[in-house]
């Protein structure tokens, strides 16, 4: 992925919301970086967990580095639930211990087609606004009817996980047809590590777009 978008020098801090330079994370207190986290993916007090050592420790040149830097960290993580998982020696609370806080991050975010039961962020909003809405009113409810059923067949077949994907401008019955096919093949180890890709692919965009956003507020203001 280019990172060429991803360069944070010379942006508005009145612009809202922002992200801070990336060669000022390590500077930041604890509060700025959960802040910029939530920003990119959804809040979660494991991903917190998790990242914030990192974000301390490791200067990056770019939102893209850091992104890739935490999907790497989320899939050893997958690496390690599946080996402990296929180990008949481990526990089985060990093995829920060690998958918990994976679940945890990828069930933090929102379900696809239900704004009006959840709190979704600015950039779900965003990202969720052609899956509701457009068509006729009785073919509006046929389809949110059904992606509520998707969405719980899907809760049902893995517990403790949402489905997670980068909408990427697809429509609702392309993404529904991609939830089937992932309910039909039943696998949650595979589901996990999509999962991880897909909430890593949208943090990807949601920085690419806020710095887009940030960077035109800076041209506008000097225009």
């Known amino acids: 992925m280019s990172s060429s978008h991803t360069h944070s020098t010379h942006l508005n801090p009145e612009a809202t919301p922002f992200l801070p330079a990336i060669t000022s994370l390590p500077t930041l207190p604890d509060a700025a970086l959960i802040s910029t986290l939530d920003l990119l993916f959804e809040p979660s ?5 998790l990242a914030l050592p990192t974000l301390r420790t490791i200067s990056f040149s770019s939102y893209d580095d850091l992104i890739s ?3 790497d960290e989320l899939l050893a993580i997958a690496d390690a639930v599946a080996l402990a998982a296929a180990d008949p020696s481990v526990p089985q609370i060990e093995k829920e211990n060690i998958q918990r806080p994976l679940h945890a991050i990828l ?5 696809l087609g239900e704004p009006k039961k959840e709190k ?13 809405s457009g068509g006729k009113q009785g073919e509006e409810e046929v389809v949110k009817e059904e992606l509520r059923r998707l969405n ?11 489905y997670v994907v980068w909408v990427n401008g697809r429509g609702r019955v392309e993404v529904m047809g991609d939830m089937k096919r992932r309910i039909a093949r039943g696998d949650l180890r595979a589901e996990e590590r999509e999962g991880i890709e897909a909430m890593c692919d949208i943090a990807a965009d949601r920085a690419a777009k806020l710095l887009k956003s940030a960077q035109e507020a800076v041209e506008h203001g000097s225009a």
């Open 45 to 49: 007090p494991d991903l917190h967990a």
């Open 69 to 71: 830097t935490l999907r």
């Open 107 to 111: 069930g933090s975010h929102p379900r």
């Open 120 to 132: 979704l962020s600015a950039q779900s909003q965003k990202e969720q606004a052609h899956l509701n």
């Open 152 to 162: 719980k067949e899907y809760e049902d077949k893995f517990p403790g996980l949402r």
